[in-house]
């Protein structure tokens, strides 16, 4: 007996990988008997699919275009039915061109899916990018509205220049500038590097007897000693300080000193 009418309409679909497990088993036991025209049929049912994944579309048909085929591919179908009403399983009845079509529609589901995840992911890293650059150039920003401030206290007449005396260390030294409207800038050359894990940090002592110091900003020394230190923001005016003084704390500073101030400059 011939088998291979029965499988005929199985090898498009085989060829998409869109069979039953039982055709897909009956007609690979076929192939298996070594039926050439069962074969060569699937090679070019193959072919065929290999087609259509080359020239699926990169862009996505209008909603008209998919239903005008839909409505096609069922008036074809429908037809079909009429013409063989006596027909086997209608499944056996699909158009080959329809399976074609059908693997035409995975494979450009296939390649819109792909170019969809494609073109997140390069949004992703767009995103990335442009967040990196933003946080640059603020950072360049502050920089540079922080480098003209300290230029500014520098230069103005008004700025009250502050002598901060070393207490005992030998040839540091260290000034201060307050300026009334631009804050204090606390500059330091040849300054010793603090113990492991601490900071220098900067102190208002008040006038008020009865007022604890001020905790102000940290800092660090470069490899030559040199620091320059702005505070944009004062705890406390000039009327009020007594004197500015810089201690050395544990990383991350003290709300209060907890050793004896190494430099230390009268304000008024
Ligand atoms: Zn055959």
Known sequence: MNNCDQFRE????????????????????????????????????????????????????????????????????????????QALPAKRYVPVWMWGLAAAMIVFMIVVTRNVRHLQDETREAEHLNAELMEGNHKLEKELAETKREAMIMMDPKSVKIMMPANGKQGAQLEAKWNAQLGVLVMGDKIPMPAPHHVLQLWLIPKDPKAKPMPSMMTWPDADGKF??????????????????ITEEPEGGSPGPTTTPIYVGGVS
């Open 10 to 85: 199985l090898l498009e679909a085989y060829a998409l990988g869109a069979l039953d497990p039982e055709e897909r088993a009956a007609l690979e036991a076929h192939l298996a008997t070594g039926c050439h025209d069962c074969a060569r049929s699937v090679e070019e049912a193959r072919w065929l699919v290999c087609q259509l994944a080359y020239t699926a579309p990169e862009a996505t048909p209008s909603d008209m275009l998919k239903g005008r085929l839909m409505q096609t591919v069922r008036a074809e179908a429908q037809s079909h039915a009429e013409a063989k009403p």
């Open 228 to 245: 320059i230190l702005l505070v944009s923001n004062p705890p406390d005016s000039m009327g009020n300080t007594k004197a500015l003084a």
